[in-house]
């Protein structure tokens, strides 16, 4: 199965807000537990795995919340995924998590030099 990014960050949105039911667009059953399995694997969320393959998500971790720190921003996610897309396709998360980064102290920058 192939990993979706935009699944990932979907169902990170949705523990933070709150919502009991994760993220419902569309996806089948299966594709959605394994990509709460891959957020745990990762290390930004804890879950548990009730029966083999069916993970329920528990809790973000800090490493999930420092994530979307940077991937909350739809205008950021979407120049992050466009960069990758048009130059080499698909890129690691870690790459992404740094274009990210990058775009938010380019943000960060502009913003201290307009108060100037």
Known sequence: MKRDIDLLRRILLDL???SSAVHDGGEDTETLHYHIQLLH???LIVADEL???QWWPERITWAGHEFLDLARNDISWNRAKSNVASKVGSAPFGIVQELLA????SALSSARTKKK
């Open 16 to 18: 933070e807000s709150g």
């Open 41 to 43: 694997d990762a290390g």
């Open 51 to 53: 029966v083999p393959g």
């Open 102 to 105: 990058r775009d938010l102290r």
